[in-house]
């Protein structure tokens, strides 16, 4: 580290001192910082970069999300009542990532703005959508763009659930005992084409223009600043799935006897465009939103 030689070069530090001493691979200096006290009374930002990896334009940290954040608080559990984050103080112009757009992302010529009580700025747009009432379904999910929960209206049309063999092989004609089953779906088909759509529901856009005034927790903060995604997707080996057993019930029957969906695990990598000594820099921009050091940890 030019930072570490430097100090070296004009005497500050001899060569005992723990950044200097090449202990291997980054994630075996990570292990060496992680035991003890070996952190206390140093900069977060000589922490960070003495454990990466570097490349021409990256540097990678042998750690997920969580691993990161264990990290950090470790350090500031050592350094709690001095927080040196950097050896020098943040550029004005550096802020947290924030979400930041001049127009609606998902539709640009969407109008109007919301403020929600979390202190983003929402795209208030709005469509009308119509519908038959007795014919409604609705299922919910988290938006991870709009980062809220979401339900999702249709209208569903009366479908027959008569199976092949209700028709006769040569004639084609209805059995007799599916012709009550029949006779009952073309009811519902009658209620449904003479039924008026009078059901209406407002729908917002909701998209997520800015956060600036959020309060972002470090797990969000470091998330953005990651260019390696949050998870990666990892396959049995072989034909069949071989983590069933963790596998939602109601999820089982489309792995069983076909080939492994995939699994969900969170990465063990964080990639960055620039040094540990800057990652120290949001971090502490994370910690100072709140006053008392109070900024959330962790995503509720």
Known sequence: MVYTYTQISNGEMDSDFKFFVNRGSPKKCMEFLMQGKDMKNEYLGACLDYMRWGGQETVMYELGTKGMINFIRQWMNLNKTNLIWNEKTPPKNLTLPYIKHNKCPIFGKHKG?????????????????????????????????RQMQIVNYSENEPRDNLPDCAWDENTGKLLDSYKNEWEAHQKQMEKFENENPTFIIDNYCYAILSDEKAILSLEKVLDRLN??????????????????????????????????????????????????????????????????????????
């Open 227 to 300: 260019l390696q995604p949050r998870t990666k997707t990892v396959y049995c080996s072989g034909f069949e799935c071989k983590r069933i057993d963790e596998i939602p019930k109601n999820e089982r029957e489309l792995y069983e006897g076909e080939r492994c969906g995939g699994h969900k695990e969170e990465n063990d990598i964080t990639i960055h465009p620039f040094s540990g000594w800057k990652l120290a820099w949001y971090v502490q921009k994370w910690y100072e939103q709140v006053l008392d050091g109070k900024s959330p940890v962790f995503e509720k």
């Open 113 to 145: 703005t919301i403020n929600d009580l979390g202190g983003k700025v929402r795209c208030a747009h709005k469509s009308e959508k119509k519908f038959k009432p007795s014919f409604i379904g609705s299922f919910s999910y988290f938006d991870k763009e």
